[in-house]
């Protein structure tokens, strides 16, 4: 009997293939992004989770009163080898390292790379497993390296390279050999050796090697460590709050013990928290486009489902005069159902092959493959057909097999009326969603636009920024301040400037200010910037009052924005002139302010900024090149050419600034192309919604069709018959998506303290858009049904 039902069922499918091909299609892309989304938001869930003892593994953050006295990620050097060793029964294990970058060689190749000087506890206590080597001493002796295959094949073409060597510089621009004792298989992501955008580190360098960078680990007085503990069984991080606060009573200075709170976020939870929760927000957004555009396909198939089964009341007619049983017509309509959906769910592991690199890159992470789930998660694709195959045949099972075989027959309703204002509703619910989508669309592509407009305060265009070997000292400034002007001289360059941070946001110095003859307390918090003379030249930073660093004479003085002045209690021109006072006690002249510039991200209020000059700190990392406009390629290699003969066995690995704000707002640029991608995919479901539905219409009506064309009825008239009643439904829900999707992106800009303003202009320009789309799809099926002989489909049955 079943395979009787699944032989008609198959029939009726063929008989029906352009409606069975749109009901399969469409369904088929919800299903297949609803698991692309649902496997990329497990990837993101499961980050840190296959590291060894996870449960029980936490990040030390710091909370301090004074800004600038540290950073919340990191804490100080001394505090997590302390609490394993006078808290045992607390803590089992601790790993903490250094983030650096530096040039890395071997034989002609020259890189620049992030490398980790941590503990050797790092293979150990977090389980990544060697390919190569041994576990146990791999980072024992003072110059020896792990590093990923990933690293070994890009340096050696091979992974087996155990005993091999590689170069690596030193701040001071000393040079030295770090034997590799172990190749670490490419790890997962984790928040270990990827802790953010900024730090991805694939060599790893032993405790000692700190002494070569100058960068001491395991000191009290450094509060910039990266630091990571393992609890004992049964140990919480509230057991562990306490002793580190004593501990960091009694060994570090007053100052800091009375500034600095530390906390332990869990290894487990930090990636979707960090970032004020990004990640979290980022999965949430993601999911419910998802759920909404599965919704929407769930609705087009069960639409067109119910559509289709009010065409076969004379087929339920016969077969009930014939025989047929109630029970035996719902299983009918069930088994077509889930046959359809069987088919849509095969489509789509096809569509997840074959889109899957696609949306990778969308979201910017590498969403996992069919073959990386086990045979377990089968249970998902069968469960999705067995459920959307009951809730599309339900209607045609309880109603249409519930009709009397006279009723049947006729073709009529008497009793039970066809629910038209159910489907009206579906569709309507259809296009509200899209409308929201669309709209959400247009607010982030336009908000994400602004990052990236002229209108930062600063000019960014033809910007090219490359870090140099470092040599923190006086003879090593004056060094690389000879070779800036030798950069300058040449004729593809505009300008030439020496300093510390680009204008991206990252490296932010902290240095606290007060005026001169006022108390320390009353100091205010700046992003410091250590530039040279030729900073606000070469970005074209505008000056409100005064002057920038004219020369190095100005070495001993400092450059302040408007929001400095303004929270100093001085106005642009009060200010220049007048004396501030560094920490150390030690005073200097502002002698300019700048006007106000996003430095940092748009989701931040501009922050007061003071200008320190490179001769002053004796530190830089960055030479940033003004371009000349037109052939940028050209201006490029000669720029190449010279850095090889300037800084032979530096690497030249340089940024456009629009590449550098890309990674600052990375997650809004993954947003925008998911919304992006999201629209254009409710787009093309809701079209083919729409295209079942109005055909089926059409071929209800044929004869009405065919009768209005005799009696001389004009194309237009026939299709506006058809328009009225989709066009009424997609207002309305066109209309009451507005005040929703007013709501939901209000929510989102409002993470923005500098955001567009929100006008009517997305809401019209996505209905407006839609009803076109939709008018034009709904005209010309009208029009192909309209210009057929009357006469035959005046015999049509």
């Known amino acids: 009997m079943f395979k009787n039902y699944i032989k008609t069922g198959w029939r009726n499918i063929l008989r029906n293939g352009f409606h069975s091909?749109?009901?399969?299609?469409?369904?088929?892309?919800?299903?297949?992004?609803?698991?692309?989304?649902?496997?990329?938001?497990?990837?993101?869930?499961?980050?840190?989770?296959?590291?060894?003892?996870?449960?029980?593994?936490?990040?030390?953050?710091?909370?301090?009163?004074?800004?600038?006295?540290?950073?919340?990620?990191?804490?100080?050097?001394?505090?997590?080898?302390?609490?394993?060793?006078?808290?045992?029964?607390?803590?089992?294990?601790?790993?903490?390292?250094?983030g650096i970058t530096s040039n890395v060689s071997k034989g002609d190749k020259t890189f620049r790379e992030g490398l980790q000087v941590g503990d050797t506890t790092l293979l150990s206590m977090f389980g990544f497993p060697l390919v190569h080597g041994d576990i146990h001493s791999a980072l024992k002796e003072p110059f020896s390296a792990v590093i990923t295959e990933n690293r070994a094949i890009k340096y050696f073409g091979k992974t087996d390279v155990v005993g091999q060597t590689l170069t690596i510089e030193s701040f001071s621009g000393s040079r030295h050999d770090f034997?590799?004792?172990?190749?670490?298989?490419?790890?997962?992501?984790?928040?270990?050796?990827?802790?953010?955008?900024?730090?991805?580190?694939?060599?790893?360098?032993?405790?000692?090697?700190?002494?070569?960078?100058?960068?001491?680990?395991?000191?009290?007085?450094?509060p910039n460590i990266v630091a990571f503990i393992e609890l004992q069984p049964g140990i919480t991080a509230n057991d562990v709050q306490k002793p580190m606060q004593?501990?960091?009573?009694?060994?570090?200075?007053?100052?800091?013990?009375?500034?600095?709170?530390?906390?332990?976020?869990?290894?487990?939870?930090?990636?979707?928290?960090?970032?004020?929760?990004?990640?979290?927000?980022?999965?949430?957004?993601?999911?419910?486009?998802?759920?909404?555009?599965?919704?929407?396909?769930?609705?087009?198939?069960?639409?067109?489902?119910?559509?289709?089964?009010?065409?076969?009341?004379?087929?339920?007619?016969?077969?009930?005069?014939?025989?047929?049983?109630?029970?035996?017509?719902?299983?009918?309509?069930?088994?077509?159902?889930?046959?359809?959906?069987f088919f849509a769910s095969i489509l789509a592991l096809l569509i997840y092959i074959v889109a899957n690199p696609f949306l990778s890159d969308i979201v910017g992470k590498n969403i996992p493959k069919l073959s990386s789930f086990s045979v377990s998660y089968i249970i998902v694709p069968v469960s999705m057909i067995i459920v959307i195959g009951f809730l599309a045949g339900l209607y045609p099972s309880l109603v249409i097999s519930a009709l009397k075989p006279v009723d049947s027959l006729k073709g009529k309703l008497k009793s039970i009326k066809e629910s038209i204002s159910f489907r009206k509703s579906l569709v309507g619910f259809q296009f509200f969603i899209a409308s929201i989508v669309f709209t959400g669309a247009i607010v982030v592509a336009k908000q994400i636009s602004l990052f990236f407009s002229k209108d930062l305060g600063y000019d960014k265009e033809y910007v090219v920024s490359a870090q140099v070997p470092r040599d923190l000292t006086e003879a090593g400034v004056r060094?690389?301040?000879?070779?800036?002007?030798?950069?300058?001289?040449?004729?593809?360059?505009?300008?030439?400037?020496?300093?510390?941070?680009?204008?991206?946001?990252?490296?932010?110095?902290?240095?606290?200010?007060?005026?001169?003859g006022e108390d320390s307390t009353r100091s205010i918090a700046t992003q410091s910037l250590v530039t040279d003379e030729k900073y606000a030249e070469t970005f074209k930073i505008p000056i409100a009052a005064g002057h920038f660093f004219a020369d190095k004479s100005d070495s001993l003085t400092v450059v302040i924005n408007e929001t400095a002045a303004k929270a100093l209690g001085w106005t642009a021109r009060e200010a220049v002139g007048k004396e501030v006072v560094f920490p150390g006690n030690f005073p200097v002249?502002?002698?300019?302010v700048t006007k106000d510039f996003q430095f940092g991200s748009m989701r931040d209020n501009i922050q007061p900024i003071s200008f320190v000059h490179v001769d002053l700190s004796n530190a830089y990392r960055y030479l940033s090149f003004k371009l000349k406009p037109g052939n940028v390629a050209h201006s490029l290699e000669a720029l190449q050419k010279k850095w090889s003969a300037l800084l032979p066995g530096a690497a030249f690995e340089y940024n456009f600034m629009d590449d550098a704000l890309a990674k600052l707002y990375q997650s809004e640029i993954q947003l925008k192309k998911a919304a992006q991608a999201a629209t254009i995919l409710v787009l093309v479901i809701v079209m083919l919604g729409v295209v079942g539905l109005i055909s089926l219409s059409i071929q209800k009506r044929i004869k009405e069709i065919g009768i209005r064309k005799i009696l001389g009825a004009p194309v237009y008239r026939i299709i506006s018959l058809f328009l009225k009643d989709f066009l009424l439904i997609f207002f309305t829900g066109g209309l009451v998506s507005v005040p929703v999707a007013w709501i939901v992106m209000r929510g989102w800009l409002n993470n923005y303290a500098h955001r567009i303003n929100l006008t009517l202009q997305p809401f019209l320009i996505s209905i407006f858009i839609l009803a076109l789309i939709t008018s034009l799809i709904i005209s010309l099926q009208i029009i192909r049904a309209s210009v057929a002989n009357p006469v035959k489909s005046l015999r049509t049955e």
């Open 21 to 98: 091909f749109i009901n399969v299609f469409g369904l088929a892309l919800g299903l297949a992004f609803t698991l692309l989304i649902a496997a990329y938001t497990w990837s993101e869930l499961r980050v840190n989770k296959n590291l060894r003892n996870a449960n029980s593994q936490c990040i030390i953050q710091s909370k301090w009163k004074d800004p600038n006295m540290g950073y919340e990620l990191a804490t100080l050097g001394a505090l997590a080898k302390a609490l394993k060793q006078e808290y045992p029964t607390l803590v089992a294990d601790y790993y903490r390292y250094d």
């Open 589 to 592: 002249k502002v002698i300019g």
């Open 246 to 341: 004593e501990l960091i009573r009694r060994n570090a200075t007053s100052q800091v013990a009375s500034n600095l709170t530390p906390y332990l976020v869990p290894l487990k939870e930090y990636y979707l928290k960090k970032d004020n929760g990004l990640v979290s927000k980022m999965l949430y957004i993601v999911s419910v486009i998802a759920l909404f555009i599965l919704l929407m396909a769930l609705i087009n198939f069960i639409n067109i489902s119910i559509a289709k089964s009010s065409t076969r009341m004379r087929e339920v007619g016969v077969r009930k005069v014939l025989g047929g049983l109630r029970k035996q017509l719902m299983l009918q309509f069930f088994t077509e159902s889930i046959i359809l959906v």
């Open 179 to 222: 034997m590799i004792t172990g190749v670490m298989k490419d790890p997962p992501e984790n928040s270990v050796t990827h802790l953010n955008s900024s730090n991805d580190n694939h060599i790893y360098l032993s405790p000692n090697a700190s002494d070569f960078f100058g960068r001491p680990v395991d000191q009290w007085g450094n």
């Open 479 to 516: 060094h690389m301040e000879v070779i800036r002007d030798e950069f300058a001289v040449m004729p593809e360059i505009k300008t030439v400037s020496l300093s510390w941070q680009m204008l991206n946001g990252w490296d932010i110095g902290k240095l606290p200010i007060f005026k001169k």
